[in-house]
């Protein structure tokens, strides 16, 4: 089993920016990748950004390429996700997610293991 735990959401202003952090536990070796997805109200849960531990290559939603970052502390087993340029409609529960298999880091069903889901409120 593998345990995620998100932190750092919360209320900012549009064009502010914010960090949020994704720390894994367990048995963490079987982990292939991290990924974050985030869930607006009325809305499909959808994928933003994810991380691939064994070669460290990142993926990115169209929608955010250019104004967020993935990035992983290997010695925390900690991967964050950092936005910048924040618009009210990236309101969201953000959720972090890992998986244990190969397959695509864009589509949903592939991961594994999710967090309990941060929220991310973004005012005008």
């Known amino acids: 089993q593998v345990q995620l735990v998100e932190s750092g959401g919360g209320l900012v202003q549009a064009g502010d920016s914010l960090r949020l952090a994704c720390a894994a536990s367990?048995?963490?070796?079987?982990?292939?990748?991290m990924g974050w997805f985030r869930q607006a109200p009325g809305k499909e849960r959808e994928f933003v950004a994810a991380f691939s531990w064994g070669g460290g290559t990142t993926y990115y939603a169209d929608s955010v390429k250019g104004r967020s970052t993935i990035a992983m502390d290997n010695a925390k087993s900690t991967v964050y996700l950092q936005m910048n340029s924040l618009k009210t409609e990236n309101t969201a529960v953000y959720y972090c997610?890992?998986?244990?298999?190969?397959?695509?880091?864009?589509?949903?069903?592939?991961?594994?293991?999710w967090g309990q889901g941060a929220q991310v409120t973004v005012s005008s």
């Open positions: 367990g048995r963490t070796f079987s982990i292939y990748g």
């Open positions: 997610a890992a998986r244990v298999t190969h397959g695509s880091y864009y589509t949903r069903g592939t991961y594994r293991y």
